[in-house]
């Protein structure tokens, strides 16, 4: 591959200044009408291309965007990636978007590579091993180099910056408890999420509506299935030997494929079994039944963070100590896994 050629190596060439080259490509009314076809034609010929991130240290604005987002899989973040697409574009701004696959080192790699200019600021959801570990460091360098964070879903509490999350206490419990009002008691609660503090306030809330309506707790009914273990034997193991008659979803995957496994071993939905699921995602509209489901507004939190972090870079909000946490609240969409009250 040939190296790309440089404004010095053009100056060089025609024995010009690099500031005659710079000039004359932007054509500017300082150089004169031939001199400027002379290096236009030479640049052309040679497949010259401005070094972007330069013009950008330069110019001190990149206008664009990092995203760095813990998954693809899951329909939840793709419509919040959306959303945060949608702001961008409409606002003129560009997209860099990294897939930490929930690991703390590329998270760390990526955030390092983002802090030579490159971006004006970072949107983030942390990584499991970012929230499990409580390893915040590498957010703190990116805000005093490189420009604002704004974090969504899966925030820190050690940074201070922006953060949009959602109301995670309360839209379990609000599920728990139309749960019980149909007539359910042994409730159980699935997720391949864990050491998620969204999790842990989904679980206190879901524990907090028992507590409210006189159920006693089972914590055998709370399955947090880590990658190690096989997710099928899993699941046929709560169902076998425990109990239950409605399950909570934690995420699009777990609520799915556990009410596949409970449907292969003869359990009627939502007669014998219901579902609740999280996020509003296109599958539990036409599996069968349709699956009652928590709106968490996925498109407006993308939008929302979006629209933060861009007043940040454009210092409409110069304010560091007015950061915000905005919540976002939720609501339950009735489908026909779940009974009628």
Same mark, same amino acid.
């Given at each position: 591959?040939?190296?790309?050629?440089?404004?010095?190596?053009?100056?060089?060439?025609?024995? =010009?200044?690099?500031a005659? =080259?710079?000039?004359?490509?932007k054509?500017?009314?300082?150089?004169?009408?031939?001199?400027k076809?002379?290096?236009?034609?030479?640049?052309?010929?040679?497949?010259?291309?401005?070094?972007?991130?330069?013009?950008n240290?330069?110019?001190?604005q990149?206008k664009?965007?990092?995203?760095?987002?813990?998954?693809?899989?899951?329909?939840?973040?793709?419509?919040?990636?959306n959303?945060? &697409?949608?702001?961008?574009?409409?606002?003129?701004y560009?997209?860099?978007?990294?897939i930490?696959?929930?690991e703390?080192k590329? &998270?760390?790699?990526?955030?390092?590579?983002?802090e030579?200019? !490159?971006v004006?600021?970072?949107?983030?959801?942390?990584?499991e &091993?970012?929230?499990?570990?409580?390893?915040?460091?590498?957010?703190?360098?990116?805000?005093?180099?490189?420009?604002?964070?704004?974090?969504?879903?899966?925030?820190?509490?050690?940074?201070?910056?922006?953060?949009?999350i959602?109301?995670?206490f309360?839209?379990a419990?609000n599920?728990?408890?139309?749960l019980?009002?149909?007539?359910c008691?042994?409730?159980?609660?699935?997720?391949?999420?864990?050491?998620l503090g969204? =999790?842990?306030d989904?679980i206190?809330g879901?524990k907090?509506a028992?507590?409210?309506h006189?159920?006693?707790?089972?914590?055998?009914?709370i399955?947090?299935?880590?990658?190690e273990?096989?997710?099928?034997t &899993?699941?046929?193991?709560?169902?076998?030997?425990?109990?239950?008659?409605?399950?909570?979803?934690?995420?699009?995957?777990?609520?799915?494929? !556990?009410?596949?496994?409970?449907?292969s071993?003869?359990?009627?939905?939502p007669?014998?079994l219901?579902? =609740?699921?999280?996020?509003?995602?296109?599958?539990y509209?036409?599996? !069968?039944?349709?699956?009652?489901?928590?709106?968490?507004?996925?498109?407006?939190?993308?939008?929302?963070?979006?629209?933060?972090?861009?007043?940040?870079?454009?210092?409409?909000?110069?304010?560091?100590?007015?950061?915000?946490?905005?919540?976002?609240?939720?609501?339950l969409?009735?489908?026909?896994?779940?009974?009628?009250?």
């Open positions: 591959m040939k190296r790309k050629i440089t404004l010095k190596q053009i100056a060089e060439t025609l024995n =010009v200044s690099i005659t =080259v710079s000039k004359a490509l054509d500017s009314h300082e150089i004169s009408v031939k001199t076809a002379i290096i236009k034609k030479y640049a052309a010929e040679h497949n010259y291309r401005p070094n972007t991130v330069a013009l240290l330069l110019n001190r990149t664009t965007i990092a995203v760095i987002l813990p998954t693809f899989h899951n329909n939840f973040f793709v419509k919040i990636f959303g945060i &697409e949608e702001t961008a574009n409409k606002k003129g560009k997209l860099i978007v990294i930490s696959n929930g703390l590329k &998270e760390v790699e990526s955030i390092a590579m983002l030579n200019g !490159t004006d600021g970072l949107l983030i959801s942390l990584s &091993e970012s929230q499990s570990q409580q390893y915040s460091q590498h957010l703190q360098s990116f805000i005093d180099i490189a420009g604002p964070i704004v974090m969504f879903d899966r925030v820190s509490d050690a940074i201070t910056c922006d953060k949009i959602i109301d995670d309360n839209c419990y599920a728990t408890v139309h019980i009002k149909t007539g008691k042994n409730i159980a609660i699935v997720s391949v999420l864990h050491d969204i =999790v842990k989904r206190s879901y907090k028992l507590e409210d006189n159920i006693p707790i089972n914590d055998k009914l399955k947090l299935i880590k990658k273990y096989d997710f099928e &899993e699941i046929k193991t709560l169902l076998d030997y425990t109990t239950i008659d409605a399950i909570i979803g934690l995420e699009e995957f777990s609520t799915i494929e !556990t009410m596949v496994i409970a449907q071993r003869g359990y009627k939905i007669e014998e219901s579902f =609740v699921g999280y996020t509003n995602g296109n599958l509209k036409y599996v !069968t039944p349709s699956v009652t489901c928590i709106n968490q507004h996925a498109n407006y939190i993308g939008k929302k963070a979006t629209e933060k972090l861009i007043a940040r870079i454009e210092e409409k909000e110069t304010d560091t100590t007015a950061f915000e946490t905005k919540v976002i609240k939720t609501n969409i009735y489908r026909n896994s779940t009974r009628k009250l």
